[in-house]
């Protein structure tokens, strides 16, 4: 058994050893734990001259586990065997890593994660001996490693390594996630309690039976790991290459399915065919060659038939193939080409040159260059020669360039210099080709049973009829097509032969249909002109028809192209197309159709009808050819006849800039501004358009629309995307894709959520790595201070971002959570840190960063705190953890983005999550916005924000069809859709009036602008309105936001909010008096009402209740107040004033008196008929008021028998009043020595003493 299991772990290294280069081996030759040890001593010092230490202490932990794994292997190998491969790849990886640091910190970081999951070896060197399963157990564990030191070195071996390392690193990190689980799964199932003590006394009692029963399975367990696993990270590989792989055709326009048609198609090689090569001297002379010129090699024949290739399309096509071999290589391709808008031949050059100097050794191999068009030939060996093999010797790329074509005086003058060899001049080739024909011959005969008189076809083809050339086949097929019918169906064909052979792309039978039907200049689209034959039937051989991938048995959706090259030729060549007179048609129809009026109607104006005749169906080609075709015109030689025509498409191409851009280009350096400012509303209109479309068809999917618009796709709206017109199958798949354009720069660690989701900018990757991954040399390290006057616990490590501890204390059994009861949790400490590995390392064990325990005493929490300190990588965490936050809590982040005045963190919030129900969320965030309004008023008083800004950026987000181009808002209550919206949620909504009360100004200006004071009056029920809510809670000094929103209530349907009364029967001046407003809102509200004295329903009139003297004079400025204005209990206001307040303002009663004395006699209009001084001297009857309190109604009656009208005032009081109320009067006159109203009492009989 142990001879097996030495032949295991010696098949382990074989593969290990086989994996590596001759230089590699002959490098780690000799290493040990010794050597390894003074390269890390070495780098530390490097490290430290540089001022980057980056605590390389933290590879001991893997260095001990190493230890550990050498004395075990050393059992069953000899350690002359295998210890260098144990420390070599470490002694390899750090040298090279140290000249980055970026990178010898994560390779300290992966070797830190390995050695964790390797920390129970040392348990098991004692069993290990003895027990044959635990054999197994340590096979696996070195096979593991050994995967590992493989994958670190595929990142540090590779050419210009720190060019590619993002995306190596990538790689790596999806590689070793397999391998450490794995580790991880076998520590686990090794970490039993007993079997550990098993491992450290036999003696324990039943340790011995129990371990033999658990070490029974184990081979089963790891069995199980391992299938799991490779299933696992199979699947995983499957789709993350998948979608990378699918975007990268499409971008590089690789057709999937004649990839795979060609790798699917019957092998015709014969066994041995082409092997003479290998012999060949200039071959093997090639194959091993140092010097530039022995680096290349021309394989060639005689000419033979032509196809189109370019150099862009041979450069898509190597790209591709490098990404489908190399998982680096599709990482670096996708995330180049998923930032750029558009890829230019200098761009393809260049990603084409990265991908393959990213290899140590490549071949590339180049064939049909024969058949490129024009001068693409010169250009892709120009390329080769040029630029890749001088940047490849450079890169220390060993790379070999193989050509294979024709000689056709071209390619043959251009590598004159470099070996090739001719194979029509070599006897072995011509053999092959001999046998090859043979044997396709016999199978011919073999499969159709036909006898050699059979094959003669000679008479069957009489050289009468047969067509000499390729011309002459062509005429027999144009006469038949062309001549044979009517003038009308000649004219249909020359239309269809023209469009498809001046179109950029390959044209849609249905969009070739929808070109017969449209009618630009009339903006019309008649359907009766849909040609009832199909394509085929009508052009003949002259066409190729090729179903369409998505929907292969729809006929709107079949591609038309020319049946070969040499047609299109002979189809200009002979006048049946003038290709000229195409490019100026389709130029002027574009331009026309473009600036049509569906296209550039507002957005309240109704195109249903144009979108139900089918004249969208040419939407998808015209907007994005239309500058190619009027390209085309400009640069072709234009003769005087063809002239008017060219000045038509200028003309043309101008009216479509002014019908959608401000102004058309002027001077030459404007046009690239116009030209993109075109695009970008172009691309606009697309997407409006086709959001009508899928609306109509929702409601009514009609024949018209399978006809020129085909069954539904989910089409990107990027212009220049490959998926612009093709689409998706399911809006899904569009999402992900849309990402792609949207988030295109990915986490390199496939593990990260930072991957799936993506970043708009390479900044935010950069800030997402330095926040999560600690990969940029800006960050140092730090110490951070322990507390004085707390222990030192899971909250303050976390506090401090010690993540090393974090892990301890967890371990340890602390709650990730925290004490219970303590509302400032360890992720909140964090989060407001902005220390992203520990907020990562507890979200991931499970802690929800959105559930906390709610305290009115603390704004605190994880979500508040990461959007205060803007730290948005964490936000974004937050929002991808477990399965994102609920619509409520969605809800909750965007409120505290807005309260923060945090726009990066509300765009981060709406762009990262979607809600389940937007209609919930809407009506979520509108009332939680309040409530977190006052829970802040709380602890700040003064907050009341003014800016409206954040509001309408949230609203405009989820209600876009609400909002222009500008981002103002210009639904109103025309709009049945807004108006159904509308009613529904301010109908539920509840809040206005506290936010006006409060203070919430912004909120306040928020709901008004979407149409709050716009709701009927009839629907309010018994809410407040909303000036009266408004003015009650006011600031109480001057305020220029209160005045802003009192003034843009007042706007309000010229002024109608001051004349609204409340159920009370106040109006706003009412409030606005009653509770003291400044003096300029007062005033403003005064102007705006138009009944001055108005009486509420109990007859208060304005000057009833006002609350001050200063309130009083600004509403006498009025000379329209009535003074004796009286209320329901027949009491004027200076009667009120005494009678009806707490506390008398004798001011008031100054005021009063000033503007009309007659006011302190008058009587009440009733029965009793009282005075001012009878409500005066019955509160100081009152026995329930303190001291204080009983003050003030003496001064209020002192007042009256001091005053100019006293005795008229005595008087009246006289004529309603007791004995006993007269010496009250007179003793109250002693007692304050008013002398003049005591000598106006005798003097009228007041009160006989």
Excluded at 16 to 33: C, P, V
Excluded at 41 to 70: P, W, Y
Excluded at 828 to 840: S, W, Y
Aim: negative net charge; contains cysteine; hydrophobic residues 35%.
């Amino acid at each position: 058994m142990a001879a097996n299991h030495q032949t295991s772990f010696e098949r382990s290294l074989d593969l290990f050893r086989r994996e590596l280069s001759d230089d590699q081996i002959k490098q780690m030759d000799g290493a040990n734990q010794k050597s390894l040890n003074e390269t890390i001593q070495a780098t530390q010092s490097i490290l430290g001259r540089r001022n980057d230490l980056c605590k390389l202490t933290r590879i001991q932990k893997f260095l001990h586990a190493m230890e550990h794994v050498e004395k075990l292997v050393s059992i069953f190998l000899n350690a002359s065997d295998f210890v260098a491969f144990v420390w070599g790849p470490i002694k390899m990886a750090l040298m090279v890593a140290t000249t980055w640091t970026d990178a010898i910190r994560q390779l300290i970081d992966a070797y830190e994660e390995i050695a964790e999951a390797l920390g129970n070896l040392a348990f098991f060197h004692t069993l290990i001996q003895s027990r044959d399963h635990l054999k197994l157990v340590l096979e696996d564990y070195f096979s593991d490693i050994l995967r590992f030191h493989r994958c670190v070195l595929d990142v540090f071996s590779r050419p210009e390594w720190k060019r590619i390392f993002k995306w190596a690193w990538g790689s790596f990190r999806r590689e070793v996630k397999p391998i450490l689980e794995s580790l991880k799964r076998k520590q686990a199932l090794l970490s039993d309690d007993k079997l550990q003590s098993h491992a450290i006394l036999k003696e324990v009692q039943d340790s011995d039976q129990y371990a033999k029963d658990q070490f029974s399975e184990l081979q089963t367990s790891l069995e199980d790991i391992r299938s799991t696993l490779a299933s696992e990270q199979l699947q995983s590989k499957i789709l993350q290459a998948q979608e990378m792989k699918t975007y990268l055709e499409s971008r590089l326009d690789v057709s999937k399915s004649r990839t795979d048609l060609q790798l699917e198609s019957q092998d015709h090689t014969l066994e041995n065919s082409g092997n003479w090569i290998f012999s060949d001297p200039t071959f093997k002379g090639w194959e091993g060659g140092k010097s530039a010129e022995n680096k290349v090699l021309f394989l060639n024949g005689s000419p033979g038939s032509a196809d189109r290739r370019t150099a862009r399309s041979m450069l898509q096509h190597i790209i591709m193939q490098l990404a489908n071999a190399d998982e680096t290589v599709m990482r670096l391709a996708y995330e180049r080409l998923s930032t750029m808008e558009s890829t230019e031949l200098a761009d393809l050059k260049r990603l084409a040159s990265d991908c393959l100097t990213s290899r140590q050794v490549a071949t590339l191999v180049l064939d049909g260059l024969d058949e490129a068009m024009d001068n693409e030939y010169e250009v892709s060996i120009n390329w080769c020669l040029n630029e890749l093999l001088p940047v490849a010797k450079a890169c220390g790329c060993s790379l070999n360039v193989l050509i294979c074509g024709q000689r056709d005086g071209r390619i043959d003058a251009l590598l004159s210099s470099y070996p090739q060899i001719r194979l029509d001049n070599v006897h072995d080739h011509r053999h092959d080709i001999k046998q090859f024909t043979k044997r396709q011959a016999a199978g011919i005969r073999a499969r159709f049973s036909l006898t050699q008189e059979e094959e003669e076809f000679d008479d069957e083809l009489g050289a009468d009829t047969f067509p000499e050339t390729l011309e002459k086949a062509y005429d027999r097929i144009a006469h038949r097509v062309l001549k044979k019918h009517g003038p009308s169906r000649h004219n249909t064909v020359k239309k269809i032969l023209g469009w498809v052979i001046c179109a950029e792309r390959p044209l849609r039978w249905r969009e070739i249909q929808s070109r017969f039907c449209i009618d630009a200049e009339k903006e019309t689209c008649n359907i009766r002109n849909l040609r009832r034959d199909s394509c085929k039937s009508i052009c003949s051989s002259l066409i190729d028809v090729t179903n369409c991938e998505m929907f292969p048995n729809t006929e709107s959706e079949q591609v038309i192209s020319i049946v070969h090259e040499t047609a299109t030729k002979y189809l200009v060549r002979n006048g049946t197309v003038n290709l000229l007179q195409e490019h100026i048609d389709m130029a002027l129809f574009c331009c026309r159709y473009l600036s049509s009026r569906p296209f550039t109607t507002s957005k309240s104006q109704d195109i249903t009808t144009d979108i139900h005749s089918g004249y969208l169906g040419f939407l998808d080609y015209a907007a994005a050819y239309f500058t190619v075709h009027i390209q085309k015109v400009e640069a072709s030689e234009v003769s005087a006849d063809s002239a008017p025509k060219l000045d038509s498409v200028k003309a043309a191409a101008v009216d479509l800039e002014m019908a959608h851009c401000k102004e058309a280009a002027v001077e030459p350096e404007d046009n690239e501004r116009v030209a993109q400012d075109l695009k970008l509303t172009i691309e606009d209109i697309v997407l409006a358009m086709r959001s009508l479309l899928d609306l109509q068809r929702e409601k009514s999917e009609t024949a018209v629309f399978e006809s020129t618009e085909g069954p539904i796709r989910h089409k990107c709206h990027k212009i220049r995307c490959s998926k612009f017109a093709t689409g998706f199958s399911n809006e899904t798949a569009l999402e992900q894709h849309l990402a792609v354009h949207n988030r295109p720069f990915r986490c390199p660690y496939t593990d990260c959520f930072g991957h799936a989701i993506g970043h708009a900018s390479q900044k935010q990757l950069e800030s997402h790595d330095k926040t999560f991954h600690r990969t940029t040399t800006e960050v140092k390290a730090t110490f951070p201070s322990r507390s004085k006057t707390r222990a030192w616990d899971l909250y303050e490590a976390c506090k401090a971002g010690d993540l090393d501890e974090v892990k301890r204390f967890h371990r340890e059994g602390s709650d990730l959570n925290g004490p219970k009861g303590n509302h400032i949790t360890p992720l909140c400490a964090a989060a407001e840190a902005g220390h992203g590995p520990v907020c990562k390392y507890l979200v991931d064990n499970g802690i929800d960063p959105f559930y906390y325990n709610f305290n009115y005493k603390s704004l605190r929490n994880p979500i508040t705190g990461v959007i205060n300190g803007s730290h948005l990588d964490i936000l974004e965490l937050f929002l991808q953890s477990g399965k994102g936050p609920n619509d409520f809590n969605l809800a909750n982040s965007i409120s505290r983005a807005i309260h923060g005045d945090s726009p990066a963190a509300l765009r981060t919030i709406m762009t990262t999550r979607q809600p389940i129900d937007h209609a919930v969320v809407i009506q979520q965030v509108l009332d939680t916005i309040t409530s977190h309004y006052e829970q802040l008023r709380t602890f700040r008083p003064d907050y009341h924000p003014q800016d409206v800004t954040l509001l309408h950026v949230w609203f405009q987000y989820v209600k876009p069809e609400l909002y222009n181009e500008k981002g103002v808002f210009i639904a109103g209550s025309n709009n049945a859709e807004y108006k159904i919206w509308r009613d529904t949620i301010f109908g539920q909504f509840s809040d206005f009036g506290f936010a006006q009360r409060y203070g919430f100004y912004s909120f306040v200006i928020f709901l008004m602008d979407i149409g709050y004071d716009a709701f009927p009056q009839s629907e309010w029920g018994d809410r407040t309105p909303p000036l009266h809510s408004y003015i009650q809670g006011l600031c109480k000094g001057d305020c220029s936001g209160c005045m802003s929103i009192v003034r843009r209530l007042l706007q309000y349907d010229a002024g109608k909010f001051a004349n609204i009364t409340d159920s009370n029967g106040n109006l706003p001046a009412h409030k606005a008096l009653s509770v003291g407003a400044p003096q300029a809102i007062l005033r403003v509200v005064l102007e705006n009402t138009r009944d001055i004295n108005h009486r509420d329903n109990s007859g208060q009139s304005l000057l009833h209740v006002a609350s001050s003297a200063d309130s009083i004079r600004v509403l006498l400025e009025n000379k329209s107040v009535d003074l004796s204005s009286r209320n329901n209990k027949g009491q004027t206001a200076f009667s009120a004033a005494i009678d009806q307040r707490f506390i008398v303002d004798v001011k008031i009663l100054e005021c009063l008196f000033k503007a009309y004395p007659r006011l302190a006699w008058a009587p009440d209009k009733s029965e009793e008929g009282l005075t001012p001084l009878h409500y005066a001297l019955k509160r100081l009857e009152r026995t329930d008021l303190d001291s204080y309190s009983q003050q003030v109604p003496a001064r209020a009656a002192k007042f009256l028998l001091t005053c100019s009208e006293v005795e008229k005032v005595l008087v009246v009081y006289q004529a309603k009043s007791s004995d006993a109320d007269r010496r009250t009067v007179r003793d109250f006159a002693g007692k304050e020595m008013l002398q003049e109203a005591l000598s106006i009492m005798d003097s009228i009989g007041f009160n006989t003493i």
